[in-house]
């Protein structure tokens, strides 16, 4: 009889079930009148996906457990499929619970939302941008990469690194025209300047070219690996700590809420639709329908293609059957505890998930190496979330219940929306989450593009 440690301790799902089981204990710990709830698993997930990390990288070639470590740190200790599977079916039941009210939401609030979605984004893209031409040391690239990761954006990073290669590419083949400056920092990026060196008739080879290029695209993706934990963590605190800052009666607010809505639905002439159970056929129906919705590619001219990605084709495609109700023998409304249950046990392991991927990102930015990208992306989360919220709920007057997940909407933030959900008490923001989730993924794209075609 044999049994290896590491191993076991490497291997995805004793990581997943631990991070969870320990996530959903600490999530019940009382902070006063406080707990964390199911968001409970994103902070023992970073802790754990830190620690066993750093076990990874210390185990060398010989020893025990060298080739499950060697895995585990391929696929950056747990595999994006994972992330991706739970992350579906968050959505799909979100999207499913919410779909009965969606008529009534976009009929009372219209263009609101649309408004809210491309504020929130632009206000992010202004922030990161200002950050860039704050420090002449860091980055840009790196700084336009959090802009993605701070708005937990994964479309936005497809533009980014598109974006950023595209940037890149420009500036190597223009190099010889470039001004003394910029030369010198595109020199000291490949690390191949020295202190005497005369830049005046330098010029780049094709290998440091295709280097620049290649660390441009790579700048991108550290800076959203650092800027989404730090993303998710900034809504999760917002949803639950603004009602109590700003003072919101969430009871009360609710109670108006579902007057709203039940006054809406009554002067509504759409057909009742009876509760299923469960439609096992329906459910993985709207999966699938959504995931190929979010393959789709626009063209949107000179801002190259444009995709909702899984997240956003599986919420519009799960709101778009649940607002049906049935196709033939196929029923798309069903009984919202099981589906609150689907949602619930996805939402713990997505946000373990995240954890356990970012946590050795985390402490690596908090320990200095990569601080300034951090606060960053905590100016872009702060910035673009107070913005969002002063003016949904001042400017445009939105109930808080909708307001909670408009602004996790605008900051295409899908664990967000799982802490709005838990805050409320009711899957009801969802239903503002969902009104405001395309445009401000559209926002982002468009933004991202012309970050890239600012001066950095």
């Not at 598109?162 to 190099?175: I, N």
């Not at 010889?176 to 990026?189: A, G, R, V, W, Y």
């Not at 999760?236 to 009602?243: L, T």
Request: charged share 15%; hydrophobic share 50%; glycine share 12%.
């Amino acid at each position: 009889m044999s049994f290896n440690l590491i191993t076991w301790i490497t291997n995805p799902f004793v990581l997943m079930f631990i991070a969870v089981a320990t996530g959903m204990l600490f999530g019940r710990i009382k902070f006063g009148k406080f707990n964390f709830g199911v968001s409970g698993t994103l902070f023992t997930g970073l802790i754990i996906g830190w620690g066993i990390y750093k076990l990874g990288i210390g185990i060398k070639e010989g020893q025990p457990g060298y080739d499950a470590a060697q895995k585990m740190l391929a696929s950056q200790v747990i595999p994006k499929d994972f992330f991706y599977l739970f992350l579906i079916l968050f959505v799909a039941a979100v999207g499913l619970l919410a779909a009965k009210d969606m008529g009534a939401v976009l009929k009372k609030y219209g263009t609101k939302f649309v408004v809210l979605g491309f504020i929130v984004t632009l206000l992010g893209a202004m922030s990161t941008y200002g950050m860039t031409l704050l420090s002449k040391e860091a980055n840009p690239y790196e700084v336009s990469g959090v802009y993605t990761g701070a708005l937990t954006s994964s479309p936005g990073l497809a533009a980014a690194i598109e974006t950023a290669r595209k940037h890149a590419t420009e500036k190597v083949t223009k190099f010889e025209s470039l001004p003394l400056e910029e030369k010198e920092e595109i020199m000291i990026s490949l690390d191949t300047l020295t202190a005497s060196e005369d830049m005046s008739n330098t010029k780049l080879t094709e290998t440091q070219k295709q280097q620049f290029i290649k660390n441009a695209e790579a700048g991108i993706g550290v800076g959203h690996a650092i800027g989404y934990p730090f993303g998710v963590l900034i809504v999760i605190f917002a949803v639950n700590f603004f009602p109590k800052i700003f003072k919101i009666n969430v009871e009360e607010e609710r109670k108006i809420y579902r007057k709203e809505m039940k006054e809406a639905r009554e002067n509504s002439n759409s057909r009742e639709i009876e509760n299923v159970k469960f439609d096992l056929i329906g459910f993985t129906f709207a999966c699938l329908f959504g995931y190929t919705i979010g393959k789709i590619k626009i063209f949107l001219g000179p801002l190259g293609y444009f995709s909702l990605g899984s997240t956003g084709g599986v919420l519009i495609g799960s709101l778009l059957l649940g607002y049906i109700g049935k196709i033939g023998f196929i029923n798309f409304r069903m009984d919202g505890k099981v589906l609150g249950i689907i949602r619930q046990l996805a939402l713990a392991f997505f946000l373990a998930i995240v954890g356990l991927r970012y946590g050795y990102r985390v402490f690596y930015a908090l320990s200095g190496a990569g601080l300034y990208l951090a606060v960053v992306s905590l100016v872009v989360g702060i910035v673009a979330m107070l913005v969002g919220f002063f003016i949904g709920r001042y400017g445009f007057r939105i109930n808080w219940i909708m307001l909670s997940g408009a602004i996790c909407g605008g900051m295409t933030s899908t664990p967000g929306l799982g802490a709005a959900i838990e805050a409320v008490g009711s899957d009801e923001p969802a239903a503002g989450y969902g009104a405001t989730y395309p445009f401000a993924l559209l926002g982002m794209v468009i933004f991202t593009i012309i970050l890239h075609r600012l001066p950095m």
